[in-house]
């Protein structure tokens, strides 16, 4: 007898039933892990950002709040980059470009590493 569970087919026998549902545990483990990394670069982006907020510049308005870097960050681990903010100095552009790399790199972090 086959039961359909979350897009997967289980066979139903008691030993199949177990290492079906520890795989099913395992990939949970590695989307929280992933969704949790992405969340922390966000934050953690967004502060060295607003700290390093002399290195930035707005073409509407000079006084930013820790939100626009929030925004900035969020929009860069996104991978859209469209932003208002552009870094005018060079440790602005390098805080960046490592934000950038880092999000290429998100899948040997959150895949490779995460399973270790």
């Known amino acids: 007898m086959l039961l359909q569970i979350s897009h997967f087919m289980y066979n139903i026998n008691s030993n199949n039933i177990k290492a079906n549902i520890y ?45 626009d870097y929030m925004l900035l960050s969020t929009t860069i681990q996104a991978g859209v980059g469209i932003s208002d ?20 790199c998100t899948h040997i972090f959150t895949i490779y590493v995460f399973t270790l």
């Open 85 to 104: 903010i552009y870094p005018i100095s060079f440790y602005g552009k390098l805080t960046m470009i490592i934000q950038q790399l880092l999000m290429l």
């Open 23 to 67: 795989l099913h545990i395992d990939y949970m483990k590695i989307v929280i892990r992933s969704v949790f990394f992405h969340f922390l670069c966000i934050a953690g982006f967004g502060m060295i950002y607003f700290n390093l907020k002399d290195d930035f510049f707005e073409k509407e308005k000079n006084d930013l709040d820790v939100i």
